[in-house]
């Protein structure tokens, strides 16, 4: 993703790549190993963060301490580290953005999921990430069952007779939630709703990490003069 993004935003209009954040031991022309250096080096208006937590909100803050606006797409964020952040922007009055997904269609399918949660009894919440993906649930897993969870309460049914560990998934706030990791794929989540003899389905798939891409430049073109924290893309739509 950090490869991606880099080459998006250097093709970019309106946008001026200044440089990359990479490991310590490993910077190329162009990068830095530290962030300290970065800053005053590049001078950048926005940082794109796509690390690994927690070292993603190490940069975010020191970041924001900085001046320096930060557009945030790690995975592992909890609401006590959002809070974190939005604590940051408040008291600094740089802004950032926290988007759990980039894709433009996973923002849509977030939302019409949360829409059609309270006309239903029961939502499962089905994921697929690349067997690399290092966080189950994803964030944008998480994100959809919070999301779908302030709009009611939701019944899972029971199950007396478990005959293998897990098979139910994981439950957030009374919705279930199922991770699958496998080769050959980028992101796949569909939302099951369930009511009074029917189904509904919201399905969502992301076939290249271009997708992300359209999502990215908007945050970043919207972070520039930001002086508030945004969490979710929806909000920049």
């Known amino acids: 993703m950090g490869t991606l993004t880099a080459t998006a935003l250097d093709e970019a209009a309106g946008i001026e790549y200044v440089g990359g954040l990479v490991r310590k031991g ?10 300290d250096t970065f800053v005053k080096r590049a001078n950048p208006d926005v ?19 900085r001046g320096v606006r930060a557009v945030i797409g790690t995975s592992g964020y909890g609401p006590d580290d959002l ?6 922007v ?72 478990i005959k293998a560990a ?13 991770s699958i990791r496998l ?3 980028v992101a796949l ?11 509904l389905s919201i399905r969502h798939h992301s076939l290249s990490r271009s997708s992300f ?3 990215v430049l908007l945050a970043v073109r919207a972070a520039k003069d930001l002086t508030r924290f945004v969490e979710g893309l929806e909000q920049l739509l």
């Open 26 to 35: 490993s910077a190329h022309p162009g990068e830095f190993d530290d962030l």
């Open 47 to 65: 940082i794109v963060d796509f690390s690994l937590f927690p070292d993603s909100k190490r940069i975010v803050l020191e970041s924001l301490e």
């Open 83 to 88: 809070a974190d952040v939005r604590s940051a």
């Open 90 to 161: 408040e008291r600094t009055g740089i802004g950032a953005i926290f988007a759990p997904n980039f894709s433009i269609g996973a923002v849509l399918m977030m939302r019409f999921a949360a829409e059609a949660a309270p006309h239903f009894d029961a939502v499962e919440i089905v994921e697929t990430h690349e067997s690399g993906k290092k966080d189950a649930p994803s964030g944008t897993a998480m994100a959809t069952a919070r999301r779908i969870a302030a709009t009611g309460a939701f019944t899972r049914a029971e199950t007396k007779a």
């Open 166 to 178: 897990g098979a139910r998934g994981a439950e957030i706030e009374g919705v279930g939630v199922h």
């Open 183 to 185: 080769p050959g794929i």
């Open 189 to 199: 989540q569909e939302v099951q709703l369930g009511g009074h003899g029917e189904t």
């Open 213 to 215: 891409m359209p999502g």
